[in-house]
């Protein structure tokens, strides 16, 4: 998909929700949030958007830190969104993953467009933040930053190049720290 689609998907639920909460937005979608320990280790399924016979089910970690599972959330409800008539229903850690992955690339920016306002990451930017500490008073990782940079760079914004270049499956591989140990 292309970044004016996502963005426009992205806008069309804020003005039809006007619900800045992942957990609430699904919720109100209609869609069910079901909340499973998963485990922690390195491989363990972060979360899973699913539908079988017009029931859509989101599924979220509940052993990872809240502010994971609020961009799980987000990233999963752009599956949900985005590629709801692909005829692919399951993103599980299986073949969806690599680089190359489209529909991870689109979840990605769609999570990034959906929780990170272009004026409140550049006021956090114009506070003289460097990226890297500007992902952690946004409350986000790095790489969610780095599509944040991609779609305002294609509206415009005069930015910096980012130190990183984040890879469509960095959920996948991203560590469960502690909620400080996340942010520093």
């Keep these: 998909m292309?970044?004016?689609?996502?963005?426009c998907e992205v806008e069309k639920i804020k003005e039809r929700y006007a619900e800045s909460d992942p957990?609430?937005?699904?919720?109100?979608?209609?869609?069910?949030?079901?909340?499973?320990?998963?485990?922690?280790?390195?491989?363990?399924i972060k979360g899973f958007f699913l539908e079988?016979?017009?029931?859509?089910?989101?599924?979220?970690?509940?052993?990872?830190p809240i502010t994971i599972q609020k961009i799980i959330a987000a990233h999963e409800l752009g599956h949900a969104v985005l590629h709801r008539r692909t005829g692919v229903h399951a993103f599980h850690e299986f073949g969806l993953f690599?680089?190359?992955s489209?529909?991870?690339?689109?979840?990605?920016?769609?999570?990034?467009?959906?929780l990170l306002p272009d004026e409140e990451v550049m006021d956090t930017l114009n506070s003289d933040s460097t990226f890297f500490s500007a992902a952690a008073t946004l409350r986000v990782p790095m790489e969610l930053?780095?599509?944040?940079?991609?779609?305002?760079?294609?509206?415009g914004y005069k930015l910096v190049?980012?130190?990183?270049?984040?890879?469509?499956?960095?959920?996948?591989?991203?560590?469960?720290?502690?909620?400080?140990?996340?942010y520093c």
């Design 52 to 64: 079988n016979k017009r029931i859509k089910t989101i599924t979220i970690n509940s052993d990872l």
């Design 161 to 182: 190049e980012p130190p990183i270049h984040s890879n469509s499956n960095f959920m996948k591989n991203m560590e469960v720290p502690g909620d400080a140990d996340f």
């Design 23 to 44: 957990f609430r937005l699904i919720k109100d979608m209609g869609i069910l949030l079901i909340f499973s320990q998963l485990g922690t280790e390195e491989d363990a």
């Design 102 to 114: 489209e529909f991870e690339k689109d979840a990605n920016l769609f999570a990034a467009e959906y």
């Design 98 to 100: 690599d680089e190359s």
């Design 2 to 7: 292309t970044y004016s689609e996502i963005c």
């Design 145 to 155: 930053l780095d599509f944040k940079f991609r779609i305002m760079k294609w509206r």
